[in-house]
C-alpha cells in the first residue's frame, strides 16, 4: 500500500530550504533588483568587479552599459510573472520551490554577467534558462500530481474507515462490551442418506427437516435476543452436508435484517422493498452488515471436528479485523456453543440481554479489584488453581477461564400444534451416570448458598454455553473423532472443570434456553460404547483414576450387553442369561482394546496428566454425587431383574418401579426409620369428653372452655413489614457482625425454589400439593410484646398459626390453653402435653407437619417446607424404600430437629427445644393418642424436648439426622453469629455444647445453608433477620 503524502511540516529539509526559513541564496549568487539598483549596496561592488572582468574585450563605455543593465533588467522583470503562471500553486513542496529559486538565480547571474552584450545573445541565454524551468516545472507537475491522486485516494480510505470505525455493526462498542461469536452445528440425521432431502413421505415431520428449522430457529433467536451490534459472527456448520437452496435463503433473509431482530433495546424488521429503496440511511446509524457465515463439511466430520473448525475460522477473522484496525486485541469475544434443538429464550426488557449477564460471568472490568472475591457470584471460579494459560489483559486483569451453562427449559406441542414452556427451577444441573450417560441432578445446598442462589456449579454442559473465545484456545483436549452433541459436550465439559475454572448456571439471569426434545435423534443426546472408551482413555489415565475407567468400562459393556440381548429373547432361561454374561464380558474386552487403540490415533489428547487435575478431583469434588457405586434407574431394574428370573414377591409392581428414588437414604437415617412401625394416619378421638387434662381444651376471653382459636387468621391478613425511618433501617441493616455475616455468606432462603414449587402446586403440575404446617408458639402473657415481630416476619408464611399462651388475645393470636399445675418454668412439660392435645384435637386432619417452639424461635418457613417436601424426607415417610404415591394410609413416623445426645449418650439422643421440633402426622398421632397417657403424665419438670424424646424413644421413634448433604445442621439452638464463632475447647467434653453435639462442623459450616430455625432470637434481632434475608437491606 502506498503512504499517504506528508503535509509540507513534516517533511525532512535541507538545511538551504527548512520550512519556515527564507530561502538563502549562495554567497555571490545575486541580488534583488533593489540591491542593484542601489549604489550604496553592500553587494554593488562585487557585481561591479563581476562586470569588469567579463567586458575586458569589449569596449563599452558606462553609459552605454548602464542602458543594458537597465533593459535587461526590465525584460527581467517583465517575465518573472509569466512564469508563477505556469507553476503549480503554492501547496507544492518547498523544495520544489528552491529548485526554482535556484533556476531563477541562475538567470540573475547570467544577466549580470552579460550586461555589456548584445540583446540577441541574452535572449539565447533566457531561452536557455526557460527551457530548464519548463522542464523542471513538468516534472514537479508530474509528480505534484501523481501525490495529489494519491493524497485524494488516501483521504478517501481516511473517511471510510472513520466511517467503519462509527458503525457499532462492524467495531461493537469495545472491550467492555465484547461481542459473540456464535457457532451452530448442524448435524447429519441418524439416517446419514436422508442428508438434503425429505425422508420418504416424511414431510415437515422428518428428522432432516426438524433439524434444519431446529438449526433456522436457533440462528434466528441469536438475533431476537442480541444486540446486533454485538454479534461478532453466526458460524453455521453444515456437517455432511453441501448447500440446501431454502435454507441458504432464510439464512439470508435473517442476515439481511428482514426478520425479527435487535437493534440496542429496540426489535424490528425491514422487509425487502424498503431495502431496496435504500431507507436504511447512514445518518440513521442503523446498518445491517453480514453476520452470517456458513461452511459446509461435505463429508460428515462429527460436532466436535466441526466447532474445532467453526473456532478456527472466527479466530481468522478475529486476526483480520484487528489487522484492518476494526477490533481491538483487548476486545476477548465471547464464544457461544448453540445446539440446534435450542433457541435463546426471549424476555420482555429493552435494556438487559442474555449477554449482559453472561458478560458479567466472563469478563472482569478493569474496575474491579483484582483481590475481589468473585467467588460468591459465580462459584465455580472459586477454584482459582485453573490449569489454562490465561493471558493477563492490556490493565493487568486475570481473567476467569470459566463458563456459563444456559439453564433448560422444554417445549412440548400437542397435535394441534400448540406449544407449552415448562420452565426448570432454579438448582436443576445436569451429570451422568457411571454408564456416562446423562441424567438431570440438582445443585447442593452449599452449592447454592455460596452465591444466595443466584448461581451455581454444574458438573455437565447443556443446550448452550458460553465461555471466552480464548480459554478455548487454551483448552488441551480436542478429540475430533467424538461425532455427537452430547460427547462433545462431555468433553467440553472436563476441559472447563479439570483444565480451567468451571461451569455456572446463572440462576437470576437471561441465559436460558428453550430445547425442543424432538430435534435431535438419541444418539445425539447419548454417548456410544467406543466413544465412551475413547473418553474414558483420555482423561480416567493417571492420578489413580484407572479404578474409574475400569468401573465405567464395566458399567458401558453391561448396558450395550442388556440393550442388545433383552429384545433377542423372552424367556428367562438359564441359557439365555449365560448369554448375556458372555457378551458382557467379549463388550468389555472390545471397550479396553478400543481404549488402549485411541491412544494412538491422530486427535486424541495426550498428557492431560500434566496439563489439568485428575478425574478423581472432578469425581469427589465437582461431581461427588455420583459415587461410581451400583446406580440402577427404572429401566435397569427391569432389565437386572430380567437377568435374575422371576420373582414371587410383588416388589416389580409398576407402583413401585414408577416410585423408586434416584438415591438411596443414608445407612444411619435407614437404621433410624427402620426402628418404628407405620401408623394408619386416621383420626382417632383421644380427647375422652375433653374433661380432663390435657384435652380439657382452650378458654376464651372470659374464661370459658370450648374456644377453637382460627389458626388461618393471619395467613387471612398478613402484617406487611416495614423499616420505620433511617434509624429503624441503620439498627435492622447494620453490617460486620457475626449475625450479619452469616446471614449474608452461608445462610440463604431459597425463594426460587419455593416461587418455583408454588407455580407448580397452583397450575397443577404437582403430584401433590405442597406441605401444609402448623406452626404452634408458647409463651406467656408478660412476653406478649414479642409476638407481633413473630407475625411480622415469619409467623404469617405458616399455613396454620397459634401461640399458646395464658391469656386469649384474639386480635394478637393467643390462646389460654390450661393445663395440668402452675404456669412456670419448671411446668412446660405439663404446658406442652395440654398444647400437643389441643392441636391434634382440632387441628390434625388439616395439616401435614406440626412445629413447635418459644417466643424467641425464628424459622425460615419456606426452607422447611421444601426440606419436607424433598424427595429425602417424602421417602423416609414412606419407609425408605418406594416415594409415596399419595394415597397411603399409613406413615412411618419422623421426629426432626437437632439432635443432641445427653450428657454424651448416644443411646439418650433428643431434641433440642430451643430452635423447636417438626413432626408429622403418623408422630403427633403416636404421641398424643399412645403415648401422653402413659409417659408420666403427672410430672413437673422444665425439660419438655427431653421428656418427649423419651416417651418417642418407647415406642421406636428416634430423632431424625437433619444435617444437609455438606453436613451442616438445619436446626440451630443459638443465634447466627453464635455459631459462625463457636469452637469447641481440646476437649469436647469440657464443654456441653460440644458434648452434646453428633458429628457436627464448626465456624460457618455449621450451618445448613438452606437453615430451618434458629433460637435465642430476641428484640430487634427477629426483624433483623428478616430484613437480611429477605434483602430489605
Not at 424488521?269 to 452470517?292: A, M, N, P, R, V
Not at 418406594?882 to 412411618?892: A, K, M, R
Request: aromatic share 8%.
Amino acid at each position: 500500500m502506498s503512504t499517504p503524502i506528508r503535509s509540507s511540516g513534516r517533511r525532512r529539509l535541507q538545511p538551504s530550504s527548512r520550512a519556515g526559513n527564507p530561502i538563502r541564496r549562495a554567497p555571490n549568487s545575486g541580488a534583488s533588483a533593489s540591491s542593484i539598483s542601489s549604489n550604496d549596496s553592500e553587494h554593488f561592488l562585487p557585481m561591479s568587479n563581476i562586470m569588469n572582468n567579463n567586458s575586458s574585450n569589449v569596449q563599452v563605455s558606462p553609459k552605454r552599459s548602464r542602458q543594458h543593465l537597465a533593459r535587461n533588467v526590465l525584460a527581467i522583470a517583465c517575465l518573472w510573472p509569466l512564469l508563477f503562471l505556469i507553476i503549480p500553486p503554492p501547496t507544492a513542496d518547498p523544495a520544489h520551490m528552491a529548485i526554482l529559486s535556484a533556476g531563477m538565480s541562475d538567470t540573475m547571474i547570467g544577466v549580470s554577467s552579460d550586461s555589456n552584450s548584445s540583446n540577441k545573445l541574452f535572449k539565447n541565454k533566457f531561452q536557455s534558462i526557460k527551457k530548464r524551468a519548463h522542464d523542471k516545472i513538468d516534472n514537479i507537475r508530474a509528480v505534484t500530481s501523481r501525490r495529489v491522486n494519491l493524497a485524494a485516494k488516501t483521504q478517501f480510505l481516511r473517511e471510510e474507515m472513520s466511517t467503519l470505525l462509527r458503525r457499532k455493526d462492524i467495531v461493537g462498542y469495545g472491550p467492555d462490551r465484547p461481542r459473540v461469536a456464535v457457532v451452530v452445528v448442524v448435524p447429519q440425521p441418524s439416517n446419514g442418506n436422508n442428508v438434503g432431502r425429505r425422508a420418504k413421505g416424511g414431510g415437515e415431520g422428518d428428522e432432516e427437516s426438524r433439524i434444519l428449522k431446529g438449526a433456522l430457529d436457533a440462528v434466528q433467536s441469536v438475533f431476537l435476543t442480541t444486540d446486533r451490534n454485538r454479534i461478532f459472527i453466526v458460524t453455521v456448520v453444515m456437517d455432511g452436508r453441501g448447500k440446501v437452496g431454502t435454507f441458504e435463503a432464510k439464512l439470508d433473509d435473517i442476515d439481511a435484517g428482514r426478520t425479527m431482530h435487535r437493534h440496542g433495546g429496540e426489535v424490528h424488521t425491514h422487509d425487502h422493498h424498503h431495502e431496496l429503496e435504500g431507507e436504511q440511511k447512514e445518518g440513521e446509524g442503523h446498518y445491517h452488515s453480514e453476520k452470517i457465515h456458513t461452511l459446509y463439511n461435505h463429508e460428515g466430520m462429527g460436532v466436535s471436528a466441526s466447532r474445532k473448525e467453526a473456532v478456527h475460522f472466527i479466530n481468522v477473522l478475529s486476526r483480520k479485523h484487528e489487522q484492518a484496525g476494526i477490533k481491538s486485541p483487548e476486545e476477548d469475544l465471547i464464544l457461544l456453543f448453540l445446539s440446534v434443538d435450542s433457541r435463546l429464550k426471549e424476555f420482555d426488557d429493552d435494556n438487559q440481554t442474555w449477554l449482559d449477564d453472561v458478560t458479567d460471568a466472563l469478563i472482569l472490568s478493569p474496575s474491579i479489584d483484582e483481590n475481589q472475591d468473585i467467588s460468591n457470584k459465580f462459584p465455580s471460579v472459586a477454584k482459582k488453581d485453573s490449569k489454562v494459560d490465561t493471558k493477563p489483559t492490556k490493565d493487568g486483569t486475570m481473567q476467569p477461564s470459566n463458563a456459563v451453562s444456559f439453564a433448560v427449559d422444554t417445549s412440548s406441542s400437542d397435535t394441534e400444534g400448540n406449544v407449552e414452556i415448562h420452565s426448570s427451577h432454579v438448582g436443576v444441573t445436569l451429570s451422568f451416570d457411571q454408564k456416562l450417560r446423562p441424567r438431570p441432578s440438582s445443585a447442593t445446598g452449599q452449592q447454592l448458598a455460596l452465591s444466595n442462589g443466584e448461581s451455581y456449579p454444574t458438573p455437565l454442559t447443556q443446550s448452550a454455553t458460553a465461555l471466552r473465545l480464548r480459554t478455548y484456545n487454551a483448552f488441551p483436549a480436542s478429540d475430533e473423532a467424538l461425532t455427537s452433541h452430547y460427547s462433545a459436550d462431555l468433553e467440553l465439559s472436563f476441559n472447563l472443570w479439570m483444565c480451567a475454572d468451571g461451569i455456572d448456571v446463572i440462576a437470576s439471569s437471561y441465559a436460558r434456553v428453550v430445547v425442543d426434545p424432538v430435534i435431535l435423534s438419541s444418539s445425539e443426546k447419548d454417548i456410544s460404547g467406543p466413544l465412551a472408551a475413547r473418553i474414558v482413555s483420555a482423561w480416567m489415565s493417571g492420578h489413580g483414576d484407572d479404578v474409574y475407567a475400569d468401573k465405567i468400562l464395566r458399567a458401558v459393556a453391561e448396558r450395550s450387553a442388556q440393550d442388545s440381548i433383552i429384545g433377542m429373547t423372552k424367556d428367562h432361561s438359564m441359557s439365555d442369561r449365560k448369554l448375556l454374561v458372555d457378551k458382557i464380558k467379549v463388550l468389555n474386552d472390545m471397550l479396553v482394546r478400543i481404549s488402549s487403540e485411541a491412544k494412538h490415533s491422530s486427535s486424541f489428547p495426550t498428557g492431560l496428566g500434566q496439563k489439568c487435575r485428575p478425574f478423581s478431583w472432578y469425581a469427589q469434588n465437582v461431581h461427588p454425587q455420583n459415587d461410581f457405586h451400583e446406580e440402577e434407574d427404572v429401566n435397569d431394574a427391569k432389565k437386572k431383574a430380567w437377568m435374575n428370573g422371576p420373582t414371587t414377591k410383588e416388589e416389580g409392581s409398576a407402583t413401585d418401579e414408577n416410585n423408586l428414588p434416584s438415591k438411596p437414604l443414608n445407612e444411619d437415617n435407614m437404621a433410624i426409620i427402620s426402628k418404628t412401625s407405620p401408623v394408619n394416619i386416621k383420626y382417632v378421638d383421644a380427647s375422652g369428653g375433653h374433661a380432663e387434662h390435657p384435652h380439657k381444651g382452650a378458654t376464651d376471653e372470659n374464661g370459658k372452655f370450648g374456644y377453637v382459636h382460627d389458626e388461618t387468621f393471619l395467613i387471612k391478613n398478613p402484617p406487611t413489614f416495614e423499616i420505620k425511618d433511617e434509624k429503624d433501617r441503620g439498627v435492622l441493616c447494620k453490617k460486620g457482625d457475626p449475625n450479619y455475616q452469616m446471614l449474608t455468606k452461608k445462610v440463604f432462603v431459597d425463594l426460587p425454589n419455593h416461587e418455583a414449587a408454588e407455580k407448580r402446586a397452583e397450575h397443577g403440575l404437582a403430584k401433590k400439593g405442597r406441605a401444609k404446617i402448623f406452626c404452634l408458639v408458647y409463651t406467656i402473657e408478660k412476653n406478649h410484646h414479642t409476638i407481633p415481630a413473630i407475625k411480622e416476619t415469619w409467623g404469617k408464611k405458616c399455613d396454620g398459626f397459634m401461640v399458646a399462651s395464658t391469656k386469649t388475645d384474639r386480635e394478637l393470636g393467643t390462646v389460654n390453653i390450661p393445663h395440668e399445675g402452675p404456669e412456670e418454668y419448671n411446668n412446660i412439660w405439663q404446658k406442652v402435653r395440654s398444647m400437643w392435645s389441643y392441636v391434634y384435637d382440632n387441628y390434625y386432619e388439616k395439616y401435614d407437619w406440626f412445629h413447635i417452639g418459644g417466643d424467641d424461635l425464628y424459622l425460615i418457613v419456606e426452607n422447611l417446607r421444601l426440606y419436607l417436601e424433598s424427595e429425602e424426607i417424602q421417602l423416609a415417610s414412606n419407609g425408605g424404600q418406594y416415594l409415596p404415591n399419595g394415597s397411603e394410609e399409613t406413615q412411618t413416623p419422623l421426629f426432626l430437629g437437632r439432635r443432641f445426645a445427653e450428657g454424651g449418650n448416644m443411646d439418650r439422643i433428643f431434641i433440642s427445644g430451643g430452635s423447636g421440633y417438626t413432626m408429622n402426622k403418623a408422630t403427633l398421632k403416636t404421641l398424643v393418642v399412645d403415648g401422653l397417657p402413659k409417659c408420666r403424665p403427672h410430672f413437673h419438670t422444665f425439660s419438655e424436648d427431653v421428656m418427649v424424646a423419651n416417651c418417642l424413644r418407647q415406642r421406636n421413634i428416634l430423632p431424625y439426622d437433619t444435617k444437609d448433604e455438606a453436613g451442616g445442621e438445619r436446626y440451630m439452638p443459638f443465634a447466627p453469629g453464635h455459631h459462625l464463632n463457636y469452637h469447641p475447647p481440646a476437649n469436647p467434653k469440657d464443654d456441653w455444647y460440644s458434648n452434646y453435639s453428633i458429628n457436627c462442623k464448626w465456624g460457618i459450616d455449621h450451618c445448613a445453608a438452606k437453615s430451618v430455625a434458629f433460637h435465642y432470637i430476641k428484640g430487634d434481632l427477629m426483624r433483623r433477620m428478616y430484613a437480611i434475608l429477605y434483602h430489605y437491606c
